[in-house]
C-alpha cells in the first residue's frame, strides 16, 4: 500500500565508517506553524529553512485555500501574506493533508472557529488516525464535525460561526491536540485554558507570543495552564527556521552504532520539549557531545557530534521523558538492538497512533532481523545484542511511515546483512534529502526494482 505513488523499495547496506557533516532540513513542527501563523497574520511573513518536505507542502496548498497568498522564492525561502485572525474563506474543494496528522489537526483547530465549512482527507495513513482528540474540543467552541465511523477522516468540520472560549485539559499526551485548541481560542473572545499535565512541544505557544499573542504558561500543581486571549492582531514575522532534532536523530544514531563514525550534525535546535533522545543516548553511552552550545530565537541551540560507540548497554527509559522524544523511539530501538541488555520503553501509548502502530512495526521489523521484542499496549522492551551481532537480512513493511523507513536504513548500515524496505517514499515526508545526505557520509542504501 502507497499513498505516494509507485513503492520505492530500498536496501541499506553495511558501510564503512559515516564522516563529515549532515546539514539536515528544517523543523516540521516549526514549519507547518510558520505557514498557519502566517496566514493568520495581517501583512507579509517571511520564512527561511522552510521544510519543503510533503507533509508542509501540504499544508502550504491548504493555507492557500483559505485565502492566503503562499509564495516559494527557492531553497527553502518562502513569504505567507496573510487573511488575519478569523479571516479564512471557505475552501472550493477538499482540503488534503496527505501523511499529515500535525497539518490536518492544527488546521482544523484554526478553522474551527470561524463561519466557514471544510471537507479533510488525507493518505492510507492518515485517514486511519484518531480526530476525536481534536473534534471533541472544538465542538466546545461551537463547531461540528462529521467523519467516518471512528472519527476518522474523511471530515467535514462545519465551524462555530459564534464561538466561546472553553477550558480544556488535553487528556493525552498531545501537542498537536494542545495547539488545536490554542488555534481555535485565537478566533473566539476572551479567554481559552488549555492544561497538559506533561510537558509536549511548545513551539506553538513561543511562536504565538512571537507574533503578538497574549499567551502565558504558568507550572501549577493542575500541570501546564496556558491562557490565551483571543482574538489578537497577529503580526507578521521574519522566521528563521531551525534544523529538525527528529531528523537529526537519524545521522546521530547511524553514526553511533557504525563502526569508526564521527559525524558533525550542525545548528540542531535543543528545546528541552523536543530533545529526550539525546539525552537517552548518553545515558546509554553513546559518544554524542554538544559543541559551541549557544542561543537563537530563545532557543537552545548546539552542533551535534555522534562518534561510533562500542559499548552501548541498554537502560530504562525515564518514562517522563516520553513527550520530549515521541518521535525518536523508532531509531532508539534499532541503537537499542546494538547495546547490550534489555532497552525498556514505557509510558509510550501514544506510539500506537502515529503514522503507523509504530510499536507494532518497529517490533515486527526487528524480529525479522534478529532482534527480540516483547510488547504490551504502552511499553515495548528490545533486547540488545551489542555491537556487532544483529543479523539484519529481511525486508520490512514502512507501513506509509517515514520514521519507520529510516529506522531501518539505520539500521542496516551496522547489520551484518542487508536491511530493506518494502517502500522507501515516505521518507520525502519529512526528509526529502536523506539519501544524498546519508550517502554523502558513506552510506550504501540502494533503490531497488520491484
Ligand atoms: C507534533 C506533535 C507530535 C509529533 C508530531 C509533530 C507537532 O504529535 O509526533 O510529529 O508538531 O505538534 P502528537 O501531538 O500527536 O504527540
Redesign the pocket.
Known sequence: MSGHGTPIPMTSHACGPLTGEARVPGD??IS??SLILGALSVGETRISGLLEGEDVIDTAKAMRAFGAEVTDHGNGEWTVNGVGVGGFDEPDNVIDCGNS??GV??IMGVMATTGIAATFTGDGSLNKRPMA?VTDPISLFGAKAVGRSGGRLPMTIVGAANPVPVRYEVP????????AVLFAGLNAPGKTVVIEKEA??D??ERMLAGFGAEIITEVTDEGRVITLTGQPELKPQVIVVPRDP?SAAFPVCAAIITPGSDVLVPNIGLNPTRAGLFTTLREMGADLTYENEREEGGEPVADLRARFSPDLKGIEVDPNRA?SM??EYPVLSVVASFASGDTVMRGVA?LR??ESDRIEAMAMGLRANGVEVEDGPDWWIVKGLGHGNVPGGATCASHLDHRIAMSFMVMGMAAQNPVSVDDGTPIATSFPIFEPLMGGLGAKITRDTI
Do not use: C, F, M, N
Not at 493525552?172 to 495547539?179: G, I, L
Open positions: 516540521k513542527s507547518h506553524r496528522g500535525t489537526r492544527l482528540r493525552v499526551p498531545s501537542a498537536q491536540v494542545k495547539s509536549t512541544r513551539h506553538t527528529s513527550a515521541i518521535d501514544e497512533v502515529k
